[in-house]
């Protein structure tokens, strides 16, 4: 298995209000009508350029394979209102024993369209992707991370059951030239299985 390539979703998945599935280079439109306002890509790591320039970014086959968006709804004409990234990682190992690390670990993030914030879609998404993460892909671990002033995303860590690990200081080049502190949150999968049982 190529780890770096290995596809976010095996299949569409459903949720009780969303959908979740591959992305496609055809949803670049409608990924990049969100991702391109400011109080979106504050804190992305990239600030998307013109449309044309996106499509082609998006529809890179490295990139799309470790996409996911999200659907209001469970039609095929609902709605694309945010995407997921689940990129499968080597966990790391001492030399004798790193194979048995490899693609043992995955690194999730999100974006929402502001348009639909403050409904606890972002909470169904993500608790859906580590169910995928962890059950579909068998990964042992995942992480996120974000800058430390992005309060809603290490809030919504925490509301998922992720786990503070690392807080960096002033790390992090935000773009508007200022370094700002950052957390890592990491998630194990018997941690998840766990939190399951008991929700």
Do not use: K
């Not at 209102?81 to 690390?101: F, K, S």
């Amino acid at each position: 298995m190529n780890v770096e390539t290995a596809a976010a979703l095996l299949r569409p998945v459903r949720t009780e209000r969303l959908t979740l599935r591959p992305a496609t280079p055809e949803d670049a439109d409608a990924v990049w009508a969100y991702r391109r306002l400011d109080e979106v890509n504050e804190w992305i790591t990239s600030r998307p350029g013109p449309l044309e320039e996106y499509r082609a970014h998006f529809g890179d086959p490295a990139r799309v394979a470790f996409t996911a968006v999200i659907q209001l709804g469970h039609g095929p004409q609902a709605p694309v209102i945010g995407d997921l990234m689940l990129r499968r990682e080597d966990g790391w190992g001492q030399t004798e024993v790193e194979d048995r690390a490899v693609g043992t670990q995955g690194e999730v993030g999100w974006a929402l369209d502001p348009a639909h914030t403050g409904r606890g879609y972002a909470t169904e998404a993500v608790r859906e992707l580590l169910r995928v993460a962890f059950e579909d892909h068998g990964l042992r671990r995942v992480v996120a991370n974000c800058f430390a002033d992005n309060e809603s995303s290490w809030r919504l860590m925490e509301r998922l059951g992720m786990r503070r690990e690392t807080h960096a200081v002033r790390d992090s080049l935000h773009r508007d030239g200022r370094w700002l502190d950052s957390f890592v949150y990491a998630l194990l999968a018997e941690e998840w299985r766990a939190g399951a049982t008991q929700a």
